[in-house]
């Protein structure tokens, strides 16, 4: 399980992000669309970690939303 950002870029389509694997975003047309994307690219992500023999960052779901 990971924490996931879904935000609406400057395009207008809508963005999805996994802060704990960096790099790893996708987007789609609709918010539905964006987090199939990014359920896709976090698995392909961890698989690749794992192909190479590399550690898989740990999730901490440490995120926090504050307006200013």
Not at 28 to 48: D, R, S
Request: with cysteine; glycine share 6%.
């Amino acid at each position: 399980m990971r924490q996931v950002l879904l935000y609406r870029g400057e395009d207008g389509f809508w963005v999805a992000e996994c802060p704990s694997l960096r790099g790893c975003v996708s987007q789609g047309e609709t918010q539905e669309a964006a987090l199939a994307n990014i359920k896709e690219a976090v698995q392909a992500y961890v698989a690749a970690l794992e192909a190479d023999n590399l550690p898989v960052p740990e999730e901490h779901f440490d995120a926090r939303l504050v307006t200013v």
